[in-house]
C-alpha cells in the first residue's frame, strides 16, 4: 500500500480543507493528516473502477439532467406558491430497474435526489426495485417512463 493511493482526493481535500478555514501551518498540516487517512479509507473500501463504454453519451446525460433540474424547481417553487389551491399529492412508488452496473445505479441516486420534488429512498438488488419519493405524484406510470427511459435507458447505454 503506497502512502498516498489517492493523490488527487488527498490533494483536493487539502485544498478545501484551507479554503474552509484560515491558512496557518496548523490547519495545513491537519488539513494533511485527515487527507491522508482519507485516502486509507478510500483504499480500504477498494471502490472498482466505472467502466464507461460511450463517452460520448456523458454531455448529452448532463444536458438532460441539468434541463431537469430547472424544470423540476419551477414546478416546486409553483407548488410552493400556489399552496392549498391545486390538489397536490406526494407519494412513495417502487420501479423496478433493469441497470445493475454499480456506477450507474449510483448515479441515478444522485439524479433522482438532487432533482427536486423526487428522493431516491432505497434500493432491493435482489428484485433490482427502487423505492422514491415524489412530491407531486399525479400519474405513476409517467413517473416510471421517465426513470426508465429518459434515465436508466442512457445510464445502461453509458455503462452497460
Known amino acids: 500500500m503506497s502512502v498516498l493511493?489517492?493523490?488527487?482526493l488527498s490533494l483536493s481535500?487539502?485544498?478545501m480543507w484551507m479554503t474552509l478555514n484560515s491558512f496557518t501551518i496548523g490547519h495545513l498540516i491537519l488539513g494533511g493528516i485527515i487527507a491522508t487517512f482519507a485516502s486509507w479509507g478510500m483504499a480500504a473500501l477498494r471502490?472498482?473502477?466505472?467502466?464507461?463504454?460511450r463517452w460520448h453519451l456523458l454531455p448529452h446525460l448532463i444536458a438532460i439532467v441539468l434541463y431537469d433540474i430547472v424544470r423540476s424547481n419551477f414546478a416546486v417553487v409553483s407548488i410552493i406558491v400556489t399552496g392549498r389551491r391545486r390538489r397536490h399529492r406526494s407519494g412513495f412508488m417502487t420501479i423496478h430497474l433493469e441497470v445493475k452496473d454499480p456506477t450507474a445505479l449510483a448515479i441515478l441516486a444522485v439524479i433522482?435526489?438532487?432533482t427536486p420534488g423526487t428522493a431516491w429512498l432505497?434500493?432491493?438488488s435482489s428484485d433490482g426495485s427502487l423505492l422514491m419519493h415524489v412530491l407531486d405524484l399525479v400519474e405513476e406510470?409517467?413517473?416510471?417512463?421517465?426513470?426508465k427511459n429518459r434515465?436508466?435507458?442512457?445510464?445502461?447505454?453509458?455503462?452497460e
Request: charged share 25%; no cysteine.
Open 47 to 53: 471502490p472498482h473502477k466505472p467502466r464507461i463504454r
Open 141 to 147: 406510470q409517467e413517473w416510471t417512463d421517465l426513470v
Open 13 to 15: 481535500l487539502v485544498l
Open 5 to 8: 493511493p489517492y493523490p488527487l
Open 122 to 124: 432505497e434500493y432491493n
Open 151 to 159: 434515465y436508466e435507458r442512457l445510464l445502461m447505454e453509458i455503462f
Open 112 to 114: 433522482l435526489t438532487s
